[in-house]
């Protein structure tokens, strides 16, 4: 597991040097890559900052809960697909600066936090409206 | 231009020159991507250490009693954490909202570095400090026999908190090599 890690972490390193060798050191030498998706114009950079703010809000928060690791699929994993689109929508249309834009995937993948809650309750209701769960809802 | 009215910390990032991270770096884009990784991974993790220790705090509020062994580590625990989250957390936010054409707020980020640093390091000498005040008493507790500990009880926390470091950087380098 370790040595994977290490592994990938020494691989990155040479493509991370010559991805930052590039760019110029100031704001006139250096234009910000733009992306296109279906058209829309968005800064790279922003982008890459909510998703990563996105996911580490979704990742860390509770993720070795066991209610998050029985509801993986039916429920963990379009909740945070919900985030990440929530995230890229948000910079797609407002573009944001980096910081901004960490937080506001941060706040998004927060949020998903409490919509997995609600969404888990309503799982375990139904459940036991249904006579299918091993325990019953408070 | 309203520059004139702002602080000083604002007009020295407009009037200095208008590098994409702080002129510190001298143009140096892999230790921008460094730093942006390490105080974020740090963050990061003293925010997990927090919650992880006061979580256990206030679920074992009953067993571990004020000055048992555990609940003095407990404390030492959090209160490095704190240090961690506050000092690395400051100069995250100073360091991924470097924006030239935004000086007033890019001095308030530098500003409140400087607030927030003696908070964060004050948490770290008390932190010494109850370590060394707990020491004579702790060595005492933990010289009794079984001696070895199981390392490896939280190994996946520790491993969640790796895979979230190699993602940190990876994002890092996404973002100073695209801006």
């Known amino acids: 597991m370790i040595w994977r890690l290490g592994a990938t972490a020494a691989a990155v390193i040479p493509v991370a040097a010559a991805a930052v060798a590039k760019t110029g050191a100031t704001v006139t030498t250096s234009t910000p890559t733009i992306w296109f998706f279906l058209g829309y114009p968005f800064e790279a950079a922003g982008m890459i900052s909510a998703l990563f703010g996105c996911v580490s809000a979704r990742f860390w928060i509770g993720a070795g809960e066991i209610a998050r690791r029985e509801h993986r699929w039916i429920l963990d994993a379009p909740v945070s697909s919900m985030t990440l689109a929530v995230a890229a929508g948000l910079v797609i249309s407002l573009h944001p600066e980096p910081l901004s834009a960490l937080l506001y995937g941060g706040g998004v993948g927060i949020l998903g936090e409490g919509v997995f809650k609600l969404a888990e309750q309503r799982i375990d209701k139904l459940k036991a409206v249904m006579g299918l769960g091993d325990k019953p809802a408070e | ?179």
């Not at chain 2, 730093?35 to 250490?49: C, E, K, P, S, Y």
């Not at chain 2, 400051?90 to 640093?117: C, Q």
């Not at chain 2, 939280?154 to 996404?174: E, S």
Request: glycine letters at 8%; proline letters at 6%.
């Open chain 2, 1 to 179: 231009m309203t520059i004139a009215n702002s602080s000083f910390a604002a007009r020295a990032v407009a009037e200095g020159p208008q590098t994409l991270a702080p002129p510190s770096f001298n143009g140096m884009g892999w230790l921008v991507v460094i730093n942006l990784a390490m105080m974020t991974i740090a963050t990061l993790i003293g925010i997990m250490v927090i919650v992880k220790l006061a979580g256990d705090w206030v679920k074992h509020r009953n067993t571990d009693v004020w000055l048992s062994p555990a609940s003095i580590y407990r404390v030492l625990g959090i209160l490095f954490a704190t240090g961690i989250t506050i000092r690395c957390g400051a100069e995250m936010v100073s360091l991924w909202g470097w924006n030239p054409h935004d000086p007033v707020a890019t001095g308030i980020y530098l500003t409140a570095k400087r607030l927030f640093d003696p908070i964060a390091v004050s948490c770290g000498i008390t932190g010494l400090m109850v370590y060394i005040l707990s020491e004579p008493g702790m060595i005492e507790q933990q010289r009794k026999i079984p001696f070895p500990v199981n390392m490896w009880l939280a190994w996946p926390m520790v491993k969640r908190m790796l895979r979230l470091g190699l993602l940190t950087f990876i994002a890092a380098i996404g973002v100073v090599s695209t801006r």
